[in-house]
T-cell receptor, first 112, second 114 residues
């Protein structure tokens, strides 16, 4: 089945630790995205990548880092510099610019 | 800069009545516009999109949306609401001038009462 997967579904982290969220797609899509969802604030764009080995900052990139070494994978690292990391994180992908995005099921990160 | 506004945090409607969820946008070029729906603790599901052509777009589950360039709006509509339509709805915009950057609105919670 074609789709986009995120792991883990739930993640707990202690303050001061970095953590990496996984996002994998087998849709052969060029573009991939990371969004953060907080109650009442909708989806805010963290990073996006239009092609392998290239990515751009979104509106709230501070405290996050990404890599795009393979077309299928776009991992997100939440660093200790992110002041309020507890949130629901969504990964998405699409092919052509006219196409809708396909979303993963999300990862809920809680900082203890 | 791209932006999307969904002016209503929540919309309440009785089952069988028509519903409208509002969206306005701002882009530097011409827009690609999208509507998505989210159920609790899930990812987003695509409903419909406007790329070019006919201003009235029909999508999944009986939803439709009307693109209005002069008012920079893309309101989501359905002629007869169902209780199962209750969910969180997001409008999104992408500038068609070349990039992939896609911005979402804050979301509107639709509550359909039986």
């Amino acid at each position: 089945d074609g789709g986009i997967t995120q792991s883990p579904k739930y993640l707990f982290r202690k303050e001061g630790q970095n953590v990496t969220l996984s996002c994998e797609q087998n849709l052969n899509h060029d573009a991939m995205y990371w969004y953060r969802q907080d109650p009442g604030q909708g989806l805010r764009l963290i990073y996006y990548s239009q092609i392998v080995n290239d990515f751009q900052k979104g509106d709230i990139a501070e405290g996050y880092s990404v890599s795009r070494e393979k077309k299928e994978s776009f991992p997100l690292t939440v660093t200790s510099a992110q002041k309020n990391p507890t949130a629901f994180y969504l990964c998405a992908s699409n092919g052509d610019r006219r196409d809708e995005q396909f979303f993963g099921p999300g990862t809920r990160l809680t900082v203890l | 800069a791209q932006s999307v506004a969904q002016p209503e945090d929540q919309v309440n409607v009785a089952e069988g009545n028509p519903l409208t969820v509002k969206c306005t946008y701002s882009v530097s070029g011409n827009p690609y516009l999208f509507w998505y729906v989210q159920y609790p603790n899930r990812g987003l599901q695509f409903l419909l999109k406007y790329i070019t052509g006919d201003n009235l777009v029909k999508g999944s589950y009986g939803f439709e949306a009307e693109f209005n360039k002069s008012q920079t709006s893309f309101h989501l509509k359905k002629p007869s609401a169902l209780v199962s339509d209750s969910a969180l709805y997001f409008c999104a915009v992408r500038d068609n001038t070349g990039g992939f950057k896609t911005i979402f609105g804050a979301g509107t919670r639709l509550f359909v009462k039986a």
